[in-house]
Antibody
Framework: QVQLVQSGAEVKRPGASVKVSCKAS????????LHWVRQAPGESLEWMAW????????KLSRNFQGRITITWDTSASTAYMELNSLRSEDTAVYYC?????????????WGRGTLVTVSS | QFVLTQPPSVSGAPGQRVTISCTGS?????????VHWYRQIPGTAPELLIY???NRPSGVPDRFSGSKSGTSASLAITGLQAEDEADYYC????????????FGGGTKLTVL
């Protein structure tokens, strides 16, 4: 079935980097856009970035520009989100989610999330 | 502050109808961008409930419906059931900040 499988929980020190993976299965990886969304404890959802692996382009939220890097490995149907210069406010569950190739901006399949804890 | 404003909480008794509002502005909902709704059980990932203002993915019962007018949108749930207790989020696209997705602050639905 269609699913997105994310990497496991991480604990990082302030100032470090974290790289979260999202492996797609059950559909053609290059025929959909993938978004990254995060949710701090007890808070709402925050959009971070999207990637179009078929066209090879990405768009980043201004809130994360300079700190976020999105990459992918088409052969492994896997996308990666790396966030640098971590601070305590980055403690959150990070989700990848699937969108249409036409960027309708609704997400019909979500990963289960990756908890990233930033603590000294 | 969130670009899309939702009430923090709503409640209703089993069988009743509840609505959740989502108020935006001229740079998102008012500009004609679609509104989508998600349900989230705490500790799990969000689930798409309504897309394109008023469309239900397969498997979502017709007790759930969406509407949009002007700079606002609403999610209505009829025949409330205990399993509907969850957090609900609206989402749209906003042309400010170089164009990006935006979510509401979320609404906690309590079934009394």
């Amino acid at each position: 079935q269609v699913q997105l499988v994310q990497s496991g929980a991480e604990v990082k020190r302030p100032g470090a980097s974290v790289k979260v993976s999202c492996k797609a299965s059950g559909y053609n990886f290059n025929q959909y856009v993938l978004h990254w969304v995060r949710q701090a404890p007890g808070e709402s959802l925050e959009w971070m970035a999207w990637i179009n692996t078929g066209e090879g382009n990405t768009k980043l939220s201004r809130n994360f520009q300079g700190r976020i890097t999105i990459t992918w490995d088409t052969s492994a149907s896997t996308a990666y989100m790396e966030l640098n210069s971590l601070r305590s406010e980055d403690t959150a569950v990070y989700y990848c989610a699937r969108d249409s190739i036409y960027l309708y901006w609704y997400f019909d399949v979500w990963g289960r999330g990756t908890l990233v804890t930033v603590s000294s | 502050q969130f670009v899309l404003t939702q009430p923090p909480s709503v409640s209703g008794a089993p069988g009743q109808r509840v609505t959740i509002s989502c108020t935006g502005s001229s740079s998102n909902i008012g500009a004609g961008y679609d509104v989508h709704w998600y349900r989230q059980i705490p500790g799990t990932a969000p689930e798409l409930l309504i897309y394109g203002n008023n469309n239900r993915p397969s498997g979502v019962p017709d007790r759930f419906s969406g509407s949009k007018s002007g700079t606002s949108a609403s999610l209505a749930i009829t025949g409330l059931q205990a399993e509907d207790e969850a957090d609900y989020y609206c989402q749209s696209f906003d042309t400010s900040l170089n164009g990006q997705g935006v979510f509401g602050g979320g609404t906690k639905l309590t079934v009394l």
